[in-house]
């Protein structure tokens, strides 16, 4: 980066690619491949910002700019008498007060650092390892200093065997007599060639001193040196700057939760690379768990020593070499020109089913499929990939590591390299064993001519490794011995393929998606095995993607009932010639027109109040006709809307209930059904999707999905309010309401497992969250669900009112129940306060023409715990904003079930039946101005809408004790 450029990203919702690959602006034309591989992984940018400036900023400078709200997206400002302009477009910080929280880069600035110890101009800048603008964990921030001959002097005493020690550095392990092996710790370690490395172990020294043979023999001891391995290398890429000087460093890592029998062999490797290289062990102490634990602990140890170093090499600690230096592997790594590369092997595990979904490279490549066993990346990206692509830090322990590369590359072809040719990485897995030979005392690959830097002996077999290693002499003597004699012992005891069946059987079924509890099996939960094998294999002979049938089979809605496989969406609209959603014969010359179905009076008697409701509405479009060849929307007398869940009838999974297959034989009978092409059905019940065949028509309903929803077809909608508002509510101020965030409502043995964590949000100051358990007959001694929480949640639940709480807070949190969607979303906006949606695969209400980031905030579940975080960053000035177009949106499309049932028309029209060149103004002037005819169509919900509604979805037990006699969901 330029002395005289300051370079901004600012993005919503996604992180900012590494920070070395920002500054190739200036490099070789063929760098810039990075870039373009690193912009396609993640998310579009929303804003890009740049400042000029006379002088270098420092980073605690741009955080004090971005915590007080001076540095923006749209605005100069002045820092310090220098004046900023945004005129640059590239990335090198992330921050944007319009959209998201003050996140800066690496840095975060949080209210608690802006307090009067401290300032407004002299923050502490604390490390984020969340680069996007949505939150900002903070760690203190420590640096490494390079790794030289210490003085004995320098070394402190810890503790004796057997003891813990405490240390953020170096730990040495020994006597005087024996000697010290040393090794990096991160923490507390006990002091044990358990856990240590101990003398005598694969290529550890003798003492340097001279000692006699009748010294007396002491209890080994631990010494801590406070300073970790710099990690730098000799060599200055002119790649960029780097985070110390102008070396780049290098954090070589593996993880084990003890001395793994072949661990001093890769740690021995690793001391030759040079005094500044130490292998980092994680997990020593820990129960191995589960891949994904492992992977986890990687994160972990990443995300605290990110500042630290520019690149991360790992290497399984089990078995793996390094036969070259750190300079030789750097050099590599960069020639991929990739921000990631990952060894290569033969075969595809443990997802051998994705094989068609990897790379073209893999086509042609020798070694076709990633092995997460050896890979190498930049710090700021792969500490990235893990928290916010992978997000392992919300999985369970029993995720596969490769697995899960496997996954994401498979989903994004420039994720990360292989390394085909096995130019940095070799494995040894089945035929590769056979492609290695020693020549001038180095492995060289007789297939692919390269002379590979690391091997990986991935597999039972640890013979070849050792081999290689003895032919290259690098292993000799009494080393040799001793590991071969561990290479007897582990086939002898196959400790290996023991452990590897344990977490097998233990993890044949778990969840594979972030979640807050990502450890219970809701399969098991729920009793619901062969549900599961169903689903899945329904979702896979209808051609569902891999990665979709994954996240589809693990929500606890989509088995609620049986849900038959739409006919899909060909993607065109009316004008540009679909075969769904077609165009009326005379179109141009009569215009967008809709066909309601006269009811008569065998269909009247059917109907819920809410399809009369729906129906009355569509009778005051001003749309509407009387000649159904001129429609290009038709609306049915048949009653879809499953109000009280009508049409699920006994919820059956295996096929359609008599209910709703008679709804399937209603709707073919339909004088002008055509397969349900230009229909709009209307459906308000708490399944995923409709439980009978629709065909083509496009449905407009309350709890679809992300999986049911067919994006250009289907209109999400919301749920009326059962609590109302007036405007005056609406109107108080953000800043005239105490209350940060609210929740309100109660959970049962079905509700989504989201309700159960909401207590540890709460604080009773200014986060009101109480979830009561009204679902659950506490009388019983053995009540299903009714755990130790109920009784504290309960009193909670009855120090505030709903109507109360609502009208005095600045978020309220919305989170799933039975179904995606809620009550609750409609009177969050009615009492003015900030949606906070916390739904995964909830599809927004008129996602097609509102701008929800304009007035709400959306989480994924496993995020949750990050909600205080997260808006007490938003900037106050931002919170206005959102608040005030609440209302809006609200008064504008929300308001009654009429105004709901028009906006869903306006999708639909604005959609399929305006020009492309016409749609950005006329959603504009939507989205200003509202519906022209608004006064016209919009009736209060019925009252018999709203009785109804409290029937079904309010029983009594829900709402005792409500001193304001509102639901409480």
């Known amino acids: 980066m330029s002395d005289g450029v300051l370079l901004i990203l600012c993005s919503a919702f996604s992180n900012t690619h590494d920070t070395h690959f920002q500054a190739l602006r200036n490099v070789k034309m063929a760098l810039l491949s990075v870039l373009s591989i690193l912009l396609m992984i993640v998310a579009s940018a929303t804003c890009e910002i740049g400042v000029k400036r006379s002088r270098l900023l420092r980073p605690s400078e741009i955080a004090i700019a971005a915590a007080t709200g001076r540095l923006s997206c749209n605005n100069t400002f002045t820092f310090e008498g220098y004046s900023y302009k945004n005129d640059v477009t590239s990335a090198q910080y992330c921050f944007c007060p319009e959209q998201r929280p003050r996140c800066v880069g690496d840095l975060c600035v949080t209210a608690s650092v802006l307090g009067s110890d401290h300032g407004a101009k002299d923050p502490v800048a604390l490390e984020g390892y969340y680069k996007g603008c949505y939150a900002c964990k903070c760690v203190a921030s420590r640096e490494a200093t390079p790794l030289t001959t210490f003085a004995e002097s320098q070394w402190e005493f810890c503790t004796v065997e057997g003891q813990p020690?405490?240390?953020?550095?170096?730990?040495?392990?020994?006597?005087?007599?024996?000697g010290y092996a040393v090794s990096v710790v991160d923490g507390s370690v006990t002091c044990s060639e358990e856990y240590l490395r101990a003398p005598g172990a694969i290529g550890h020294a003798p003492p340097t001193t001279d000692v006699t043979d009748d010294a007396p023999i002491k209890t080994r001891e631990c010494h801590c040196l406070n300073s970790f391995p710099s990690g730098e290398l000799s060599i200055a890429p002119s790649l960029g700057n780097w985070k110390h000087g102008s070396h780049p460093r290098l954090l070589i890592m593996t993880v084990a939760t003890h001395r793994e029998p072949f661990i001093d062999l890769v740690e021995s490797s690793v001391e030759k690379l040079g005094a500044n290289h130490r292998l980092h062990v994680v997990g020593v102490g820990d129960a191995f768990t589960g891949y994904g634990w492992k992977l986890q602990q990687v994160r972990k140890y990443l995300v605290r020593h990110r500042n630290d170093f520019d690149f991360v090499l790992f290497m399984d600690s089990f078995d793996t070499y390094s036969f070259a230096s750190a300079e030789e592997i750097l050099e590599k790594f960069l020639t991929f020109e990739a921000p990631m590369v990952v060894s290569g092997e033969v075969n595809i595990w443990p997802n051998p089913h994705l094989a068609a979904y990897m790379p073209p490279s893999s086509k042609t490549g020798h070694y076709k499929y990633p092995n997460s066993g050896t890979y190498m990346a930049y710090m700021d990206y792969i500490v990235d990939l893990y928290s916010t692509v992978i997000a392992i830090q919300a999985k369970s322990v029993c995720t596969d590591d490769q697995g899960e590369l496997i996954k994401i590359l498979a989903k994004n072809a420039s994720v990360f390299a292989i390394d085909h040719q096995a130019a940095l990485f070799q494995t040894l897995f089945g035929s590769a064993k056979d492609d290695l030979v020693i020549r001038d005392g180095r492995p060289f690959n007789t297939a692919t001519g390269t002379r590979p830097c690391i091997v990986h002996a991935n597999g039972w077999d640890k013979g070849p490794l050792l081999q290689l290693a003895a032919d290259s002499h690098r292993l000799v003597g009494t080393d040799l011995e001793q590991a071969m004699s561990r290479k007897k012992t582990l086939e002898k005891t196959r400790a290996l393929q023991t452990r590897e069946k344990d977490i097998n059987t233990r993890c044949a079924l778990h969840n594979p998606n972030p979640a807050l509890a990502p450890e219970e099996n809701i399969i098991t939960m729920y009793k619901l095995n062969d549900k599961y094998a169903l689903l899945k294999k329904r979702l896979k002979d209808a051609g569902t993607p891999w990665d979709v049938v994954e996240q589809q089979t693990w929500e606890i809605q989509e088995y609620l009932g049986f849900c038959p496989i739409q006919a899909p969406h060909d993607g065109l609209d009316a004008l540009t010639g679909s075969d769904v959603v077609r165009l009326p014969k005379n179109f141009h010359q009569d215009g967008f027109k809709v066909f309601l179905y006269p009811s008569n009076e065998n269909s009247e008697g059917k109907m819920s109040h809410v399809y009369r409701a729906v129906r009355d509405a569509i009778g005051r479009l001003p749309?509407?006709?009387?000649?159904?060849?001129?429609?290009?929307?038709l609306v049915p007398d048949v009653d879809v809307s499953c109000w009280c869940e009508s049409c699920l009838g006994s919820r059956k999974f295996e096929a359609m209930s008599p209910e709703s297959t008679y709804m399937t034989d209603s709707l073919r009978a339909l004088d002008h059904w055509n397969g349900g092409r230009n229909h709009l059905l209307f459906e308000f019940s708490d399944a995923p999707c409709m439980p009978f065949d629709v065909g083509f028509a496009a449905i407009a309903s309350v709890g679809l999905s992300t999986?049911?929803?067919?994006?250009?077809?289907?209109?999400?909608?919301?749920?009326?309010?059962?609590?109302?508002?007036?405007?005056?509510v609406r109107a108080v101020a953000a800043d005239a309401r105490p209350v940060l965030l609210s929740f309100r409502g109660t959970r049962s043995p079905r509700s989504d497992q989201t309700r159960k964590h909401l207590w540890k949000l709460h604080n009773g100051k200014d986060i009101i969250v109480p979830c009561a358990c009204r679902w659950f007959d506490a009388e019983k001694p053995d009540a299903q669900g009714y755990d130790e929480r109920c009784a504290q949640d309960e009193t909670e639940f009855q120090k505030q009112t709903y109507t109360h709480l609502m009208a005095t807070s600045k978020f309220s949190l919305i989170v799933?129940?039975?179904?995606?969607?809620?009550?609750?979303?409609?009177?969050?906006?009615a009492a003015g306060a900030i949606p906070v949606i916390a739904i995964d695969h909830y599809v927004l209400p008129y996602a097609m023409l509102l701008d929800w980031d304009s007035f709400s905030i959306r989480v994924p579940e496993h995020q949750l715990m990050q909600l205080p975080d997260i808006l007490r960053a938003i900037p106050a000035a931002r919170v206005d904003?959102?608040?005030?177009?609440?209302a809006e949106v609200y008064e504008l499309f929300f308001a009654s079930l009429s105004l709901q049932v028009a906006t869903a028309v306006e999708e639909i029209r604005l959609v399929h039946f305006v020009p492309a060149q016409r749609q950005t103004a006329e959603r504009r002037r939507l989205l200003t101005h509202g519906l022209d005819y608004a006064e016209a169509v919009s009736q209060p919900t019925p009252s018999a809408v709203q009785h109804a509604s409290m029937y079904c979805n309010a029983p009594a037990h829900r709402r005792k004790n409500a001193k304001d006699g509102a639901v409480m969901r």
Do not use: W
């Not at 020690?165 to 024996?178: A, F, H, M, P, T």
């Not at 749309?623 to 929307?633: G, M, N, V």
């Not at 289907?714 to 609590?723: E, G, I, N, S, T």
């Open 881 to 886: 904003r959102m608040q005030q177009r609440a």
């Open 623 to 633: 749309y509407i006709t009387r000649d159904p060849s001129e429609a290009a929307l």
């Open 707 to 728: 999986f049911h929803h067919r994006h250009g077809l289907d209109v999400a909608m919301p749920l009326f309010a059962m609590v109302e508002f007036n405007h005056t």
């Open 816 to 829: 799933e129940g039975f179904g995606y969607h809620s009550f609750r979303l409609t009177e969050v906006l």
């Open 165 to 178: 020690c405490s240390c953020q550095g170096l730990v040495r392990y020994g006597s005087k007599r024996e």
